[in-house]
């Protein structure tokens, strides 16, 4: 799954690490979400949309979706 | 919870699983070289040892699931991962190891010891792995 997460964080001036102190995780799981290691559960997702102040699907695309 | 609080009750979760691994060690080297050094043959405080044993074993597993759940959900993945491997390749080495044993394959008995050393270095192995994975 593609997201903007790492464009939203450089628009918020916010370093990985400042990040994951808002997100309650670790700067590990900040990166792997951001190169697209790792997605997050339905709560982060929510928690990223809701510091960042979008939609989730603004910010997480489904590519799986597009192709169905 | 906090950044803060987080990555304090991880450093404490941590530490109670140091110090309760730290103590099944020592409670396991007891009931193992406490009949050879201290007590002989005296079965009852054997059996004491070997109780106090299983329950310092008791509480270390429950230090393990206090810190997997202080950890966030991509590291409590991880630990799911690492641990699902290590159970599948233990009890597939176990069971080929004991039946080599049974089956005369092997010259020399089947040891436990054999198969905990196997689970911790799969154990560490799947981490290093997993962690380096989502890196």
């Known amino acids: 799954m593609k997201n903007r997460l790492k464009v939203l964080r450089a628009e918020n001036d916010l370093t990985q690490a400042d990040l994951a102190k808002r997100l309650d995780v670790s700067r590990q799981t900040v990166n792997a979400i951001e190169t697209g290691k790792y997605d997050p559960s339905l709560p982060l997702a929510f928690k990223i ?20 | 919870m906090n950044t803060f609080a987080m990555n304090t009750t991880i450093k404490h979760t941590i530490r109670g699983l140091a110090i309760w691994t730290a103590a099944w060690l020592v409670s396991t080297a007891m009931a193992v070289f406490g009949p050879t050094f201290l007590w002989g043959s005296n ?13 310092v074993g ?28 290590t159970l599948g390749i233990t009890l597939i080495a176990g069971i080929a190891y004991s039946i080599a044993d049974i089956t005369n394959v092997i010259s020399q008995d089947a040891e436990i010891s054999f198969l905990v050393i196997l689970m911790g270095l799969t154990y560490i192995t799947a981490s290093a792995i997993l962690n380096k994975k989502y890196k």
């Open chain 1, 49 to 68: 949309a809701r510091l960042f102040k979008q939609q989730i699907e603004q910010i997480f695309d489904d590519e799986e979706d597009k192709a169905g």
């Open chain 2, 43 to 55: 079965t009852l405080l054997s059996a004491f040892f070997i109780l106090i044993n299983v329950g």
């Open chain 2, 58 to 85: 008791v509480g270390m597993v429950m230090a393990n699931i206090r810190y997997i759940l202080s950890v966030d959900e991509m590291l409590q993945k991880i630990q799911l991962q690492a641990m699902g491997i």
